[in-house]
């Protein structure tokens, strides 16, 4: 396959996943939003839901930064990713690497308008403010699991680069196999060596650090006015979800195109066929390495599920900060419990107790 062949698909696969992934997370999104079950009152109807003005204008700048950081970004990463595939000269050293780095492009532009949208954060109004005295700690603030899975994702990328540019033939383009007992050898290409490895790590560990100061940014926020606190950090979590989920699909998009290629590769390096001729016959001989073919089937494997993983991440991601940035109930009033509509007979049941203050605001349940 041709360098230019090799570029047109890759391109078209990741246009293709791109638009798969927003479509089924925004599917996601409307799945989980209609299935919210909202807590009643006994004898009435679901609990208002007014939120405050300064909730409804946040929640509105944090939807607006959402849906400019994923448009934009896919809208710059594909015009800057075919100039940068061209090369101009400047990367003629690995063709391909413009292809490669088309994933770190846009995740550096989505973080980069995520941060932008955190600094322009509405500020609280009026002469009389308020805010928790209780620290906020990013740990608390950000999604364990997913986080976890971001640096994960970085770390796998940076020890297969690695591999690869350790193991790279020279020029650090290609694989070789040499059959010592034959003397024979096959080299196959292309293959992530150092000219690929190095520029990848570093755009890998850019993305991280970049995930890393947006999510600080979120923790650092001012606080919603007229809202409690509850509700303010799930409006945080939920700017938190989107920023990682963005980051891992990054991450995970790279890895996996690190992956297939090095199988892709190696399977074609794994064997090779040569052949003399006598005066009566022509003998022909296929020599095949089992190791690099086992190794390249796990790299293949490994490759698509890495990209399938992130794909579904992002999904889930990206429709539990829907349904965490959803509206919010009215919360209680400034003192004394809120009234519950009694029962037949004038008594209210013995397992319905009044809503106090101290409840935090009536909403939807998990």
């Given at each position: 396959m041709s360098t230019h062949l090799l570029v047109l698909a890759v391109i078209a696969m990741a246009a293709l996943v791109g638009v798969v992934a927003i479509v089924v997370a925004v599917v996601?999104?409307?799945?989980a939003a209609s299935g919210r079950r909202q807590v009643?009152?006994?004898?009435?109807?679901?609990?208002?839901?007014?939120?405050?003005v300064a909730y409804r204008r946040a929640r509105r700048?944090?939807?607006?930064?959402?849906?400019?950081?994923?448009?934009?970004?896919?809208?710059?990463?594909?015009?800057?990713?075919?100039?940068?595939?061209?090369g101009h000269g400047v990367l003629d050293g690995a063709p391909g690497l413009g292809v490669a780095l088309l994933p770190t492009t846009f995740g550096l532009t989505l973080l980069a308008i995520a941060a932008v949208g955190e600094l322009t954060w509405p500020r609280p109004e009026g002469s009389v403010r308020s805010a928790a005295l209780a620290p906020r700690r990013l740990g608390a603030l950000t999604p364990r699991g997913l986080r976890l899975?971001?640096?994960?994702w970085a770390g796998t990328l940076t020890v297969v680069l690695l591999v690869t540019g350790l193991t790279a033939a020279a020029g650090g383009r290609t694989f070789r196999v040499q059959w010592a007992s034959d003397g024979a050898s096959s080299e196959s290409g292309p293959y992530p060596g150092w000219p690929y490895?190095?520029?990848?790590?570093?755009?890998?560990?850019?993305?991280?650090?970049a995930a890393e100061i947006v999510l600080r940014l979120i923790a650092r926020r001012p606080a919603v006015a007229d809202t409690v606190t509850a509700d303010d950090e799930r409006l945080r979590r939920a700017s938190?979800?989107?920023v990682l989920a963005g980051a891992q699909l990054v991450l995970a998009g790279t890895l996996a195109?690190?992956?297939f290629t090095t199988g892709i590769t190696l399977r074609?390096?794994?064997s090779t066929t040569f052949g003399w001729a006598t005066a009566t016959q022509s003998v022909t001989t296929t020599l095949v390495a089992p190791g690099v073919r086992f190794a390249a089937v796990v790299a293949i494997v490994s490759g698509l599920s890495v990209a399938l993983t992130g794909i579904a991440v992002t999904m889930v991601a990206l429709a539990q900060a829907a349904t965490e940035a959803g509206p919010v109930p009215t919360g209680a009033p400034a003192s004394g419990p809120v009234p519950v509509a009694p029962a037949r007979g004038g008594a209210a049941p013995r397992d319905q107790a009044a809503l106090s203050p101290a409840d935090g605001p009536a909403g939807d349940v998990p």
């Open positions: 996601a999104g409307g799945l009643q009152l006994v004898g009435g109807g679901p609990l208002p839901r007014d939120p405050s700048h944090a939807a607006v930064t959402a849906l400019l950081s994923w448009g934009v970004a896919a809208v710059v990463a594909f015009p800057v990713g075919g100039l940068l595939a061209r899975l971001t640096w994960a490895a190095g520029p990848l790590i570093v755009a890998g560990l850019l993305v991280l650090a938190a979800r989107r195109g690190v992956l074609s390096a794994a």
